[in-house]
């Protein structure tokens, strides 16, 4: 089975802190998301990435970077956080070939900005 | 840009009757459709995906969604509700490379004893 690990499930951090959350698939997939998952409005892409050092702004990246220095770890950054980014971030991955890109999520992570 | 529509916010079935959660599609070329799950204060299963072939698609847990062009429509059905289906429903199109998928607000599905 493929597993998506978020090392932080829940987090409390003031405002203007930066914050930085940690993604782990053990699947040697090519492609890791962070989605944003809001009430009402669904899941929202941040940012992606398709290999090491690469990536691809998503549909809400104002406010966040994003970091991928190894292929099986994927790092969203708050660079300086704001009561609006309180949310729950979710990691996910999938593999570029074969299965026509499943995406395999992670359990979460739960962010209160104070 | 592809997009997915939800049109109801919660559907409340008793357990024993049959479950369909609503989703249409917008897209320009074949759609790639899915269906995921979430469990309170969990992140999202799979539950099923439509690329070609049968318009039924099975999936997990005894869901399985039907695939109609004419309708732009893509619902997620199940014969018999249990209490344990009671989740948040969404339904998924792929945008575009690199296997991104753009969702839908969700549905919250409530199955009563």
């Known amino acids: 089975d493929v597993k998506v690990t978020q090392s932080s499930r829940y987090l409390v951090k003031r405002t203007g802190e930066k914050v930085f959350l940690e993604c782990v698939q053990d699947?040697?997939?090519?492609?890791m998301f962070w989605y944003r998952q809001d009430p009402g409005l669904g899941l929202r892409l941040i940012y992606f990435?398709?290999?090491?050092?690469?990536?691809e702004k998503g549909d809400i990246p104002e406010g966040y970077s994003v970091s991928r220095e190894k292929k099986e770890r994927f790092s969203l950054i708050l660079e300086s956080a704001s009561t609006n980014q309180t949310s729950m971030y979710l990691c996910?991955?999938?593999?570029?070939?074969?299965?026509?890109?499943?995406?395999?999520f992670g359990e979460g992570s739960w962010l209160t900005v104070v | 840009a592809q997009s997915v529509a939800q049109p109801e916010d919660q559907v409340n079935v008793a357990e024993g009757n049959p479950l369909t959660v609503k989703c249409t599609y917008s897209?320009?070329?074949?759609?790639?459709l899915f269906w995921y799950v979430q469990y309170p204060n969990r992140g999202l299963q799979f539950l099923l995906k439509?690329?070609?072939?049968?318009?039924l698609v099975k999936g997990s847990y005894g869901f399985e969604a039907e695939f109609n062009k004419s309708q732009t429509s893509f619902h997620l059905k199940k014969p018999s509700a249990l209490v344990s289906d009671s989740a948040l429903y969404f339904c998924?199109?792929?945008?575009?490379?690199?296997?991104?998928?753009?969702f839908g607000a969700g549905t919250q599905v409530v199955v009563t004893p």
């Open positions: 897209v320009s070329g074949n759609p790639y």
């Open positions: 998924a199109v792929r945008d575009g490379g690199w296997g991104k998928l753009q």
């Open positions: 439509y690329i070609t072939g049968d318009n």
């Open positions: 996910a991955s999938s593999s570029t070939f074969g299965g026509l890109n499943t995406i395999y």
């Open positions: 699947m040697d997939h090519e492609n």
């Open positions: 990435s398709y290999d090491v050092k690469m990536k």
